[in-house]
């Protein structure tokens, strides 16, 4: 009884203590979330004084929280040492955000020395552990680095920061796209797309940045309309009673235009309930366009597949997965993780998986991949199991997941999954995987090639893949070619199978299975065993050339016994083999009297491969005989020898080799547009012109369609001729297109005849730049409105009379380009219209015109036009054009400006004038092409 008693007594003792423990516990976890809420709410003294009181507890959040106040003087003045104690008391909990302060800490040198390494170190360890901060820094650190050099890592990390639902890193990575950082070239669409991403979680920089970029009618401010209007249906405020985003869509959607274009419709599909059932019928049309065709937009891609979700999940979760893929769509990857989360879709557990093991490097989380694809493997998905299984098996440097994932395979084929019987028993009859050094399996590599048949003969198309791999191999099978590609027919022929059975109600036809090689070769075997000289000759081929029955050594066999036979292909087979040491030691003597028997016997071909072996001992006169009976019936080796011996320097002559080498296009020989392509590097006319004429034509086999590169051709054929006859051809091919209102062929001709000294009329060239003007070319109107304000003439004879109501009519056609803006300017100057003046120089300077530039300086020193004199601006902006056209500093009106404001300014102010100036230069100087916008 008295231990009884005394047992109850300490139970009870133990059970009001324990209680004692757990409020105390409670009010611990209490105060420290007190704590960390009121740093989040800048009540930074009072969470300094709540965590001070529980430093005795060892808790890494508190180390974390006091590192943090004291490094960056949050409630408290600045103190490193401690803020670096409290930071590696937390890390040394693994408190991931502990070891990005330290990050902070040593890149920034704070109290300590700066010491890039090992904050670089300490960023490195936070970002595998998940910080969704840490790659940010990571992007920042090289992207100031060394942005050239360390531009791939920076965007990498950037990406992996963006991804992983930081908004800021969103932001950073939409203006990194849209300013061409660390990329080819600026990325419109996916720096808007980025700049929504950051919005919608909250990103006030962002959304102030998209209105900033609507404003306006450029592609640019069309794209960010339709984002922020995507950005304004997704936050719901389209339907809310805010009158301010009410009438910000209203206008959007005034200014986007027609719903009917497919590049509208992401925006639209986002309002697609406030549209009637015929304009949704267009949209929804239309965004499967956009999703599917031929340049698909990502975020349409998830739109779509997201519509599709509830009644073609399979469709819906691989367009989901292609936009986070390929388009890095943030929305597609968050879509995979929510469904995979609770496992509501498998298939989205099996993409997510996908993405995070094999997918691009951002996205690359081989940890978090194997999680996710656990969760599938829990409710038996086997496509799950096999990507995990295989996956962990090609790691060769993660032995220790090999056994399970080999386990992992066996379970499923046990349940019944092909895939995964398919891969174990490859895996078996391959027999070399380290894994089976450690733990050899019961089975044999026979037995891993059966699993693979008896899957196969159910019908598996995969199967039959698998056992053609192991046959060709000899994986647990004796190897055997022809077996090999027997099965591989089989796997083609079963997948047509199941392809006639899913279109058979659509009545699609369906091409035959591959090409019938192997009958081919049956046949061909059959007749040579019979010793049919023909056909053993074709056998020693097929063993030559085929990477599927090759064998170099069979194929000697078949071509010495064929001539033996005195069968002449053969003979030439046998030659070439021994030309080329083909399965057998090279033999120049060998090779040549092969070959001069099969030509003696009338073997052409044989003939051709004989030349080089002739050296100096057979007269000229033979030789040419062979190469001209080659040439007459178009046999390629003939015609290349033909046009070599015409490059010769003793004869020369590059129209009769270009002549061989255009008729050798016609029967689409490659390496006849090989040849004009060096020609044409050399600047052959001959060689550009039929390069020209060959980029003209349409469809052509050897090279894409690409008008203005052929006659950037014809013009350069024209500059590198050096006789008349030469150029009047290439202007002759232009004349004919020039009949047919080719509008470049026509600039082409005008350009030529102005400026080439061969052909040069400047007459004619007028003559070509009316006709350009006739059917509206830009380059007309621009040049024929210069030419007008003062009018031109050529040794007395007027060609185009001065004409300044005609000038100006062509000039406003091209007020866009730097010629436009300076006849309109100057125009203006005459008729004293200084206001129209200064905003025509204006655009004009800033497309790099140093004329608009002088009378811009011209301008603001008389104070005309302008807002206000500025004797800074007048010789900022003459400063500007005299550098860009030092003649126009030897303008007398411009010297004689520059001498009053050296009058008027004293040293200092001159020398920032001049600095503005070098600013203007800078910004506007490097544009000198007309920009047509």
């Known amino acids: 009884m008295v231990y009884r008693a005394t047992f109850l007594t300490v139970l009870i003792g133990s059970l009001f203590c324990s209680a004692g423990l757990v409020a105390q516990f409670a009010n611990h976890e209490e105060e420290i979330l007190n704590a960390w809420g009121n740093y989040h709410k800048k009540n930074y003294k009072l969470a300094l004084t709540i965590a001070t009181k529980h430093l005795e507890r060892k808790d890494s959040r508190v180390w974390l929280l006091l590192g943090v106040l004291y490094m960056d003087g949050l409630g408290v003045e600045p103190d490193y040492k401690k803020a670096k104690e409290y930071l590696e008391l937390a890390a040394g909990q693994d408190q991931m955000d502990a070891y990005r302060q330290l990050g902070r800490l040593y890149l920034r040198g704070l109290g300590i020395k700066k010491d890039e390494k090992k904050a670089l170190q300490y960023f490195y360890k936070a970002e595998g552990m998940g910080h969704p901060k840490a790659p940010h820094d990571l992007a920042m650190y090289f992207h100031r680095k060394d942005p050239k050099k360390q531009g791939g890592e920076a965007l990498h990390y950037m990406k992996r920061a963006a991804f992983s639902g930081y908004e800021v890193a969103m932001r950073d990575l939409g203006s990194w796209y849209l300013e061409g950082i660390h990329d080819n070239a600026p990325y419109i669409r996916g720096g808007l797309r980025w700049y929504l991403y950051a919005a919608r979680e909250g990103d006030k920089d962002a959304y102030n940045r998209l209105k900033e970029l609507s404003n306006g009618t450029s592609k640019l401010a069309l794209e960010a309309k339709r984002t922020l209007l995507i950005l304004l249906m997704m936050q719901g405020k389209a339907n809310s009673k805010d009158q301010e985003s009410i009438s910000l869509r209203k206008k959007l959607l005034s200014e986007i235009g027609s719903f009917n274009e497919p590049d509208n419709t992401v925006a639209y599909y986002c309002h697609i309930r406030s549209l009637g059932e015929a304009d949704q019928k267009i949209v929804k049309a239309n965004l499967k366009e956009a999703a599917t065709g031929f340049s698909p937009d990502p975020f349409a891609k998830y739109l779509y597949g997201f519509n599709l979700r509830g009644t073609d999940p399979d469709r819906s979760f691989k367009l989901i997965y292609e936009a986070a893929l390929f388009g890095d769509d943030y929305y597609a990857v968050t879509e995979l993780n929510n469904q995979a989360q609770y496992n509501r879709h498998p298939l989205a557990t099996y993409y997510l998986g996908q993405l995070y093991l094999k997918g691009p490097e951002h996205h690359r989380r081989i940890s978090r991949g194997r999680e996710v694809l656990k969760r599938a493997i829990s409710k038996n998905y086997f496509q799950s199991i096999i990507l995990l299984a295989t996956f962990d098996l090609s ?23 092909a895939g995964a019987t398919i891969e174990l028993g490859s895996l078996i009859a391959q027999g070399d995987h380290p894994l089976f050094v450690k733990h050899p399996p019961a089975l044999k590599p026979q037995d891993g090639y059966q699993m693979i048949r008896k899957m196969a003969l159910r019908g598996e198309p995969r199967a039959w893949v698998a056992a053609s791999r192991c046959e060709w191999k000899g994986f647990g099978t004796g190897k055997s070619i022809l077996q090999a590609y027997r099965s591989y027919e089989k796997s083609k022929t079963l997948e047509n199978r199941a392809s006639i059975l899913k279109f058979k109600y659509k009545r699609k036809p369906f091409p035959k299975a591959g090409l019938e090689r192997l009958e081919l070769y049956r046949e061909v075997h059959t007749l040579a065993e019979k010793k049919d000289p023909a056909a053993m000759t074709f056998l020693a081929y097929i063993l030559l050339v085929d990477p599927l029955f090759g064998s170099n050594l069979q194929s000697l066999d078949y071509a ?105 296009l016609k029967e689409l020989e490659l390496k006849a547009f090989l040849k004009l392509d060096a020609l044409a590097v050399k600047d052959v006319p001959e060689a550009l012109l039929e390069l020209a004429k060959l980029y003209f034509q349409k469809n052509h086999p050897l090279v894409h369609h690409d008008k203005s590169l052929a006659y950037n051709f014809a013009r350069y054929a024209i500059r590198k001729s050096k006789t008349k006859e030469q150029a009047q051809k290439i202007v002759d091919w232009l004349n004919t297109l020039a009949k047919s209102d080719d509008v470049g062929a026509i600039e082409t001709l005008y350009r030529a005849y102005l400026k080439d000294e061969i052909i040069k009329d400047l007459p004619t060239s007028i003559r070509w730049l009316q006709r350009a003007c006739d059917l509206g070319s830009s380059l007309g109107y621009r040049d024929m409105a210069y030419h007008a304000v003062e009018g031109y003439s050529v040794n007395g004879k007027v060609l185009v009379p001065k004409n300044e109501s005609l000038a100006k009519s062509y000039a406003q056609k091209v007020k866009d380009t730097k010629i436009g803006c300076e006849v309109l300017a100057r125009l203006d100057l005459q008729a004293l219209s200084y206001f129209s003046c200064y905003n025509h120089s204006l655009r004009g300077a800033k497309l790099g015109s140093p004329i608009c530039m002088f009378f811009l300086g011209h301008l603001y020193f008389e104070g005309r036009g302008v807002p206000k004199p500025d004797l800074y601006e007048s010789y900022a902006w003459l400063h500007t054009a005299n550098k860009l056209s030092p003649s126009i500093g030897n303008i007398d009106i411009a010297q004689n400006i520059k001498k009053d404001i050296l009058e008027a300014l004293d040293k200092k102010q001159i020398e920032e004038a001049k600095a503005l100036g070098e600013k203007y230069f800078k910004k506007y100087g490097a544009k000198k092409v007309d920009s047509k916008k």
Request: aromatic share 10%; proline share 4%; net charge positive.
């Open 395 to 417: 790691r060769l440097d993660q032995p220790q997941h090999h056994l399970s994932a080999f386990k992992l395979l066996g379970s499923a084929a046990k349940k019944g999954s």
């Open 560 to 664: 010495k016994a064929t001539a033996n036979l005195n069968y002449t292909p053969g003979m030439a087979l046998l030659g070439y083999m021994y030309s080329q040491g083909r399965g057998v030691e090279r033999d120049a003597k060998l090779a040549k009297s092969w070959f001069e028997k099969a030509y003696k016997k009338g073997d052409l071909v044989a003939g051709l491969y004989l030349i080089p072996l002739m050296a100096n001992t057979t007269p000229v006169e033979v030789i040419e005989e062979i190469i001209n009976k080659g040439v007459a019936l178009k046999i390629p080796e003939a015609l290349w020898i033909k046009a070599d011996q015409y490059l010769l320097e003793d004869k020369k002559n590059y129209t009769k080799a270009v002549e061989i080498y255009s008729k050798a």
